[in-house]
């Protein structure tokens, strides 16, 4: 019998139980499921499995608990790679395409998290609602534990490493790594990836320690990757101090440059400074010595508006000619200055 286009499928299902699908929203197929009668829940279950839709995994919170009990080696093996012990790497790659064909879909996601990526919204892009619950279980117990992790002479590690694979990881260049990487021995080989892996795993231990260094609200916000509550965090901060976080957490990956509007966190803090700037420019010269203070101490907190303010003051109106040196959220406030003035 030939099998239905996974459209068709689709279509036949419950429109509950087919959104999550294709949102890949596990706790919302789960809540989908448990609102049908058990036998068209078991129905469509069996369906979706045989179409590739879902793994054998559990579809209940017992069934998934008995399922962590079982694979309870493995998911420690898993983890433990993902810490830096590299001794059971073998055996968990060895092991992943089995799983992969018995409908647990983690082949590309475990290297990735090994490789030291941590955003759940990434790592389950296009996976089934129980291989994703998985997944962002390893991310739960990663987010979590405090496994110790030896600290390494980064400079030492770095000097034993080839420049091409350096300068290509230093680029982002996926294709210039893969050349520089086949292009060694071997033995070679295995070294320099040890040595990477090194490497990540101290940058992991040094981005978990600045992250438990952070606010609980903000912390807590970035863990469960609640864009509002981090937004209402950072709201509660002077503004230097959440711009300084912000960048922290777009540095190491933890955080997207958000868009517009998303991107104008704390403009609202900055609208009297606006309006004074704004306010001189238009020939309010009583109002100059206010504002440059206020500017001095800003700079003095990190942020870098004085120079271009000044500028504004002599009649520069060009917003490409600020853009040097000047951070995103530096830029947006010189922006809307020169709105204003328009």
């Known amino acids: 019998m030939n099998k239905l286009p996974p459209e068709e499928i689709l279509a036949t299902l419950p429109p509950a139980v087919r959104v999550a699908i294709e949102s890949q929203d596990a706790a919302s197929f789960q809540v989908a499921l448990d609102e049908l009668p058990c036998e068209e829940a078991e ?14 995994g559990p579809a209940t919170e017992a069934e998934f608990q008995e399922m962590l009990q079982e694979f309870e080696l493995l998911i420690k093996a898993i983890v433990a790679v993902a ?12 092991v992943l395409p089995k799983l992969d ?10 290297p990735r998290i090994w490789a030291g990526e941590r955003q759940a919204a990434g790592l389950t892009e296009g996976l089934d609602p129980n291989s994703a619950r998985l997944v962002k279980h390893f991310l739960g117990i990663l987010a979590s534990e405090k496994g110790t992790t030896p600290v390494v002479d980064t400079e030492a590690v770095t000097n034993s490493i080839p420049q091409e694979v350096l300068t290509a990881i230093v680029n982002q260049d996926e294709g210039a790594f893969r050349l520089a990487m086949e292009g060694l021995s071997p033995a070679d080989r295995v070294f320099v990836s040890g040595q990477l892996s090194k490497l990540q795993a101290q940058a992991d231990a040094e981005a978990e320690s600045w992250l438990e260094s952070l606010p609980d609200d903000v912390r807590l916000a970035v863990i469960d990757q609640d864009t509002q509550r981090l937004q209402d965090a950072l709201r509660e901060l002077p503004p230097a101090q959440a711009q300084q976080i912000l960048a922290g957490l777009t540095a190491a990956g933890l955080l997207a440059e958000p868009d517009e509007p998303e991107a104008d966190l704390l403009m609202a803090d900055f609208e009297p400074l606006v309006l004074a700037v704004a306010s001189v420019a238009n020939g309010n010269e009583k109002a100059r010595p206010q504002v440059e203070a206020l500017l001095a101490d800003l ?4 942020w870098h508006l004085s120079a271009a303010v000044q500028r504004i003051w002599s009649g520069e109106r060009d917003i490409a000619a600020f853009s040097a040196g ?3 959220q530096d830029r947006q406030i010189i922006q809307h200055i020169l709105e204003l003035l328009e």
């Open 326 to 328: 000047l951070e995103r």
């Open 101 to 110: 064909d018995a409908g647990y879909h983690l082949g590309e996601a475990v």
């Open 83 to 94: 810490r830096g012990d590299d001794r059971q790497r073998a055996e968990v790659l060895a």
């Open 299 to 302: 700079d003095e907190q990190g």
């Open 43 to 56: 129905q469509i279950i069996s369906q979706l499995k045989a179409a590739g839709f879902i793994g054998a």
